[in-house]
């Protein structure tokens, strides 16, 4: 196994890709991870590390929907949960570069 960090600093800024794309913040981890978690070293670790925030924020964002006619509460969720979409990806990503394995917050362990 080799190390590469840019790789894996790839895999976590890879979740951004929504903003330009509209989706794919699931898929394009999910491609890296699965190419790459027999071969770079830490991957596995990563990669299942962002699958499981995106099936969180999946799951957050199917919660918030009901929420939206009970005083408008799924509005605010929806964007709390673009701004932990942003902001998380790119923390960890800078933890990754420094040799940091980072975790991300109010995330279900589906893998």
Request: with cysteine; aromatic share 10%.
């Amino acid at each position: 196994m080799r190390e590469d960090r840019s790789l894996i600093v790839i895999a976590h800024l890879s979740q951004l890709i929504t903003l330009l794309t509209g989706f794919g913040s699931l898929i394009l981890p999910l491609i890296l991870w699965i190419t790459q978690k027999e071969k770079v070293y830490q991957m596995d670790a990563h990669g299942k590390n962002i699958i499981n925030f995106q099936l969180s924020l999946i799951v957050y964002c199917i919660i918030c929907v009901p929420l939206i006619l009970l005083f408008g509460l799924g509005i605010l969720g929806f964007i709390l949960l673009g701004i932990m979409a942003i902001v998380f990806p790119v923390i960890n990503a800078i933890k990754a570069s420094n040799g940091e394995t980072p975790s991300y917050p109010f995330t279900f362990n589906f893998l």
